[in-house]
């Protein structure tokens, strides 16, 4: 039996809208494989009851078949489905480290990102790579069609999930199909503004990259309470604020002498509008790792 600990991650960031991600220390799937002749799937956890354990729906079944690895899979879920915390991509990222290893089919964890991809079509309708490629790899990553870079980085992070639901299928509805120019010269400005601070170690200037004037004011209007959220936090010292992912978790960038008082005010705003949340103080941390 292989055993994997595959984390959450945060993808985005705002400006890196499919492109960027970053991985957390916690929360965590852990997926455990062992060979069989057919595909079964066990799942325990936060939100296992919503979790389809038919290989079809679920997104490690991709990950089997793109592998050709059939087996009997336990998923336990540390990481709440439709959080805008990578859920669905930590299970295929995991799953695609431990039957890599299971089947030694001998790829490099570069090469398991687009096979992890393929789960996170099965649930969005997109191979999106931007949370199961910092899942796999750690740090801060760029995916694009090219590739994946990952970055080591020294930056600290408060994710707050409140008790809302949103569906990254859903989510991606409200994606606006055009942009202007303007716009997009703008995100370009800020995406390369984020990579430079992860470079750096910068929270100033990841923060300052985070704005996006395309993707977040859409998502925004599906977390209630996101505008006071935002606020929140930049007065307790978070240097950008963005939707995670997909949402409805919202993310502070900010100095690790700063988290508490974040995560303590964006748990009180979403209180204020009558939502409940927990907050995770998290870094940019590693990718998944065989127990
Ligand atoms: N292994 C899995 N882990 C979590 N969710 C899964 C898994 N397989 C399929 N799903 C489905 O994916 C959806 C959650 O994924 P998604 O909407 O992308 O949220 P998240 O942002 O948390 O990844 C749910 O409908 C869930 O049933
Ligand atoms: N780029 C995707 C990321 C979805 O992240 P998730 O954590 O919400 O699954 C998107 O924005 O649709």
Redesign the pocket.
């Known amino acids: 039996m292989i055993t994997v600990r595959a984390p959450a991650t945060s993808a985005n960031l705002g400006s890196g809208f499919d492109v960027f991600g970053v991985a957390f220390d916690r929360p965590a799937d852990i997926i455990r494989v062992e060979r069989a002749e057919q595909t079964t799937i066990d799942i325990t956890g936060v939100g296992s009851q919503?979790?389809?354990t038919d290989p079809d729906?679920?997104?490690?079944g991709a990950v089997v078949d793109a592998l050709d690895a059939p087996a009997h899979i336990e998923?336990d879920?540390g990481?709440?489905?439709?959080?805008?915390?990578?859920?669905?991509?930590a299970?295929a990222a995991g799953a695609a480290v431990a039957l890599n290893e299971l089947y030694n089919r001998g790829l490099s964890r570069s090469e398991l990102v687009p096979i992890a991809a393929e789960g996170e079509a099965v649930?969005?309708g997109t191979a999106h790579a931007d949370n199961v490629a910092p899942s796999i790899l750690g740090g801060f990553t760029i995916a694009t069609a090219d590739g994946v870079e990952s970055v080591s980085t020294d930056i600290s992070l408060v994710a707050c999930l409140p008790e809302i639901a949103v569906?990254?299928?859903d989510a991606r509805r409200v994606v606006p199909e055009t942009a202007q120019m303007a716009e997009v010269v703008e995100t370009v400005g800020n995406a390369a503004t984020l990579a430079v601070g992860m470079c750096r170690g910068d929270p100033d200037l990841v923060g300052r990259g985070m704005d996006d004037p395309l993707v977040t004011p859409a998502r925004a209007e599906l977390i209630t309470g996101y505008d006071a959220v935002r606020e929140a936090a930049v007065d307790a010292g978070a240097t950008g604020v963005t939707v995670s992912?997909?949402g409805p978790s919202v993310l502070a960038v900010c100095r690790a002498r700063d988290q508490r008082a974040v995560g303590s005010a964006m748990l009180t705003a979403f209180d204020d509008h009558e939502v409940d949340a927990r907050v995770y103080q998290t870094q940019v941390s590693d990718g998944a790792t065989i127990l």
């Open positions: 919503y979790i389809p729906a679920n997104t490690v998923i879920k990481v709440r489905p439709a959080s805008g915390l990578g859920s669905s991509a299970s649930v969005s569906s990254t299928r992912g997909a």
